[in-house]
């Protein structure tokens, strides 16, 4: 762990970044692309909506490889504004009693990179992805629901978004389907590998090939959760029985909403679902980065941001 800042932490929750993807849909590293007028990241959209809504430390899950250029551009800013630490995702931080397999060279997934925070998280805290929008009003949502959930264990949230909002313009996505319960809880996410809107709708591809409707009012996941602590005590045992059954396959990933899944399945958790307000955007294909572009500048033109973000982009 790296702690690049000296402010103290605030009161309000911890928001983890997962930016340790290496983007191999998307041909590089999307957590640097610069989106904004000034040559802003997304992410660092995602830190100023957070920090207006509350949350106090950043928590950024990075590799170790990537630590400077990372630093570099976006986090110069951030680490001014708020305490800011690096966790470093590696292949061989597995439990005790389990060695990297000798040809493993891809990461581990999302439930490991999350894994890698344990002991630095000390309250309720949110997950995000560095690649993604959500804007200000997720945050606002969950800031409002990990106050109230400080004092429980195995009550968690997550924002959901509607299916026809996620869409690439420029090919298919892998989005998790959620499926609600008629108290608005979560009651499992089925991932589809393949999503991409047709003319006549949002179709998603069987295993077999075949394209099957699916409607575009479905609400997905986009990897925006809220947790206390007590979720790494079943992240470690979920990586267990991961590694003990896909540990020697290369391509295998442990991925957070599977390891959430399980939860519930044996009643182990529940998950509030919080519906988004606005659009989401975010970088999947290299194509994406013109739309993105454009969603910002609209959102700066109407006032939602100053430009540049955090003030002269040369600033030390």
């Not at 103290?8 to 993807?21: D, H, I, N, T």
């Not at 490991?112 to 309250?123: E, N, P, Q, S, T």
């Not at 992805?129 to 969950?142: E, V």
């Amino acid at each position: 762990m790296t702690t690049h800042s000296s402010k103290p932490a605030g009161p309000g929750p911890q928001l983890v970044v997962l930016a340790a993807g290496v983007g191999r849909r998307y041909g590089g590293g999307k957590q640097t692309e610069t989106i904004g007028p000034f040559g802003e990241t997304i992410v660092e959209y995602s830190v100023y909506d957070a920090l207006r809504q509350g949350f106090a430390e950043v928590i950024f899950v990075i590799r170790r490889e990537m630590e400077h250029d990372f630093r570099a551009g976006t986090c110069r800013f951030v680490e001014e504004r708020t305490r800011t630490r690096y966790m470093f995702q590696s292949l061989d931080d597995l439990p005790e009693g389990f060695e990297l397999p000798l040809h493993r060279s891809k990461p581990w997934g999302t439930g490991h990179a999350l894994r890698c925070v344990r002991g630095a998280v000390d309250g309720p805290f949110a997950v995000i992805n560095a690649d993604d929008f959500y804007g200000k009003h997720c945050y606002r949502a969950m800031s409002d629901f990990l106050a109230q959930a400080s004092e429980s264990r195995g009550r968690y949230g997550i924002v959901g978004f509607r299916l026809a909002d996620t869409l690439s313009e420029h090919g298919e996505v892998a989005r998790g389907i959620c499926e609600i319960t008629s108290d608005g809880s979560l009651g499992g996410i089925v991932e589809r590998a393949r999503v991409r809107r047709f003319p006549e709708g949002v179709r998603y591809a069987t295993p077999k090939g075949d394209w099957k409707a699916i409607p575009g009012e479905s609400v997905v996941s986009m990897n925006m959760w809220g947790f206390t602590p007590d979720l790494f005590e079943h992240l470690e045992a979920e990586l267990r029985v991961f590694l003990e059954r896909k540990g020697t396959d290369p391509e295998a990933e442990l991925y957070l909403p599977e390891v959430v899944g399980s939860l519930i399945r044996d009643g182990r958790a529940s998950v509030k679902v919080l519906r988004a307000e606005g659009r989401w955007f975010g970088l999947t294909n290299r194509e994406d980065r013109i739309a993105a572009r454009r969603s910002i500048r609209d959102l700066v033109e109407a006032g939602s941001y100053p430009s540049p973000l955090w003030g002269p982009r040369d600033a030390g």
